[in-house]
């Protein structure tokens, strides 16, 4: 293999700079010639390919977002699309790609391999962390910090004006986010897809902290909680309990943004270099990522169809610590 691609594809997510340029250098490192493939599979299909070296990364380590751009492509479902995409590779001698996103990049790596036979090794580029194969995904450590310093303040709003908020963090189907934020955001409840918590408990918890004489309240809630959406739950719950003053707060898109930290730069750094590591090795369909602190290549099969399950002793800790 000569010469391979990188893009970036779906959700964009803090560290995902850091890891474009860890291929693109472990490229040039292994005498490869790297290209960038901007908008992911959109791009892909329009042949939106930039020549890159070491020098087109530098200064991006500690940047945001995704100098590469990113894209839901819907026309790379279908057969023409994956076609135009391929006949753009091959008029570019591209062999091999690099895919940084979640499970929708590597579905589509998947089929476009079985039908082409481009091979791709993915790294795990989103905030949710909703990923089987590796412990933490790039983007998650700096999505749960930026969410954590939002609930830090609303807590500064709740203790003034004992006030009851329910903040709403991201995740898509998963509570790998707002798990972390009850934490260490001293929530009293969280709710997440993963454990059944009934709206009737949330109200029950709560009125326990009231009668103990608890002023202020904060209710993480996942924003895939299958309870139906956080404005729904506030208003249940102040339904049930007029006596408490309630807010809803929606963190959203800030999670996305900003400079990734030091372990999500380490991680991406990590993964890019080995992506292009497995690339050369003649792998195809597989993520690379970090399971119990080893690198770890997981078929995207997997990833894809495997369930990475929380640690229920959390919720407990949620329970513990706000008593
Ligand atoms: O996958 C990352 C994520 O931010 C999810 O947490 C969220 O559900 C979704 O993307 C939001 O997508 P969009 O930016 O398209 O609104």
Not at 150 to 178: L, N, P, Q
Not at 234 to 241: F, I, Q, T
């Amino acid at each position: 293999m000569k010469r391979i691609g990188v893009f970036t594809s779906g959700g964009d997510a803090p560290g995902m700079n850091a890891c474009v340029r860890a291929v693109v250098r472990a490229a040039v490192y292994h005498g490869l010639e790297v290209y960038g493939i901007m908008r992911g599979y959109s791009g892909m299909i329009k042949g939106e390919f930039v020549r890159m070296d070491s020098a087109s990364v530098a200064n991006t380590v500690q940047r945001g977002g995704t100098i590469l751009k990113s894209a839901r492509s819907q026309k790379f479902m279908t057969k023409e699309g994956r076609q135009q995409a391929f006949d753009q590779l091959v008029n570019n001698g591209i062999e091999g790609l690099v895919a940084i996103g979640g499970n929708g990049t590597f579905t589509g790596a998947t089929i476009f391999e079985q039908e082409f036979g481009i091979p791709t090794v993915g790294a795990p580029g989103t905030i949710d962390n909703d990923l089987y194969g590796t412990d933490y995904t790039i983007g998650y450590d700096t999505a749960v910090n930026t969410a954590l310093e939002a609930i830090d303040k609303i807590r500064d709003t709740a203790d003034s004006h004992d006030r009851c908020f329910f903040v709403e963090v991201m995740g898509r189907d998963s509570g790998y986010i707002a798990i972390p934020c009850a934490i260490g955001g001293g929530a009293e409840i969280v709710m997440v897809p993963e454990t059944a918590m009934s709206v009737e408990a949330v109200i029950e918890t709560l009125q326990n902290s009231y009668s103990r004489h608890k002023t202020s309240f904060i209710v993480i809630v996942a924003e895939g909680e299958e309870e139906g959406n956080v404005h729904n739950v506030a208003r249940r719950v102040k339904a049930a309990l007029p006596q408490l003053d309630t807010r809803v707060t929606i963190v959203g898109h800030i999670q996305r943004g900003g400079s990734p930290t030091a372990a999500d730069r380490l991680l991406a750094s990590q993964l890019g270099i080995a992506a292009v590591e497995g690339l050369m090795n003649g792998m195809k369909n597989v993520m690379a990522g970090i399971v119990d602190r080893k690198l770890m290549y997981t078929p995207f099969d997997d990833t894809i169809h495997k369930r990475k399950v929380i640690n229920q002793s959390f919720m407990r800790m949620v329970e513990i610590l706000s008593v």
